[in-house]
């Protein structure tokens, strides 16, 4: 069976180094926000041209921490998508917020501008202090067009980082093109631990400031809280096994835009619709679209090839948020249809040559040819 991702086969590939920095960290006997925890959040930041980035314990929380540090609560509207990971919208009502949810735009699948433009010029345009654009799949957002909506408008700018470490946009590494950026380090992403972690990025250092506050209970002299904050720290263990993994980032994600790249010339004339990619995109999934989705799923099941699908239902008709979350006044019409036809393929740095061919034959074996 091709898996459609495979963790382990990372640690395999670099199971010396990790081993390695486990060990280190288990003799080290100190093992919450130590020495390993700095290291990381200084090459991060290097490796990412910022001059902050602060470790919490997951995605989702980076997001939330993100928000909150940037002043962002209860009567606040943060215009984000619908086509997402849930923990997008969730992170924004932890924060105290409500997410107002746009349409992705049909090619990139990413927040569609025109639709942002919308929501600020209509009755609710006032209230929305912060945007949260997802780089989805490794594409860039069209920032610089949002954060010139957002600079007319006084808003926040807060990165969704969580499928795009390493990627590029005009020169720049996504993550710094907001007031802060979040970064999840998931397993399964470019950059993943071996356990959950995540991180808000940069180089406003009273956001950063205000996030070491907020990730361990408001702290500024142990015990005493100087602001109300959680507990959302990343263990020394992931933080010794991301610093190996970052030294590989760049190699790794290369190696998917390769990847990727046979897969746009073995699936070309199909009828399938193929990633709107572009130089910087780093695919942490690689993601065909097409009216018969589910029979290829099917087809693609039988001769061995693994699937996922990145998102099977857009958050505003999930049963926690169906009727609760507002939307943009044109609807949502091009999520809807992005999660009826989406279907990501195997997608990893350690998948061989010879997998790759055998998800291209697959495919095109189920896949009518282009009209």
Request: some cysteine; proline content about 5%.
């Amino acid at each position: 069976m091709i898996l459609q991702t495979d963790p382990k086969a990372a640690y395999l590939e670099h199971r010396e180094e990790i081993d390695e920095a486990v060990q280190r960290v288990l003799g080290s006997g100190w093992y919450i926000h130590g020495r390993e925890v700095r290291a990381f959040e200084e090459e991060f930041a290097t490796y990412l041209g910022v001059k902050h980035a602060v470790a919490v314990a997951s995605g989702t929380d980076a997001l939330e921490l993100a928000l909150r540090a940037c002043g962002i609560g209860p009567g606040d509207l943060v215009a984000t998508v619908s086509h997402t990971a849930v923990a997008t919208v969730a992170a924004v009502e932890l924060a105290g917020a409500t997410p107002f949810l746009v349409d992705v735009d049909p090619r990139t699948l990413t927040l569609d501008v025109a639709g942002l433009e919308e929501m600020f010029a209509g009755p609710e345009g006032q209230r929305i202090r912060a945007v949260l654009p997802v780089h989805l799949y490794g594409q860039a957002a069209d920032l610089p067009r949002i954060r010139g909506i957002c600079r007319r408008h006084g808003a926040i700018l807060i990165e969704d980082c969580a499928q795009a470490h390493g990627a590029l946009l005009e020169g720049a590494r996504l993550g710094n093109w907001g007031d802060a950026a979040a970064f999840s380090f998931y397993p399964t992403k470019n950059l993943g631990a071996l356990g959950d972690g995540g991180a808000v990025v940069t180089s406003d250092p009273q956001i950063a400031e205000t996030v070491r506050l907020l990730r361990e209970y408001g702290w500024r002299e142990r015990y005493v809280s100087a602001i109300a904050g959680k507990n959302s720290r990343l263990d020394e263990i992931q933080a010794a096994i991301l610093r190996v993994k970052l030294s590989h980032l760049d190699e790794d994600n290369g190696r998917r835009q390769r990847i990727a790249r046979a897969y746009d010339a073995g699936l070309a004339g199909t009828a399938l619709g193929l990633p709107a990619g572009s130089p910087g995109h780093v695919y942490h999934q690689y993601v065909v679209r097409g009216s018969g989705r589910d029979d290829l799923m099917a087809h693609l099941r039988r001769r061995g090839v693994g699937t996922l699908i990145h998102y099977p239902v857009p958050v505003h008709l999930q049963p926690a948020y169906r009727d609760r979350v507002p939307l943009s006044a044109r609807g949502l019409a091009v999520s809807e249809s992005a999660a009826r036809e989406v279907l990501s393929l195997p997608l990893y740095p350690q998948l061989a040559d010879g997998d790759v061919q055998q998800v291209i034959d697959a495919v095109r074996a189920c896949s009518p040819p282009a009209p």
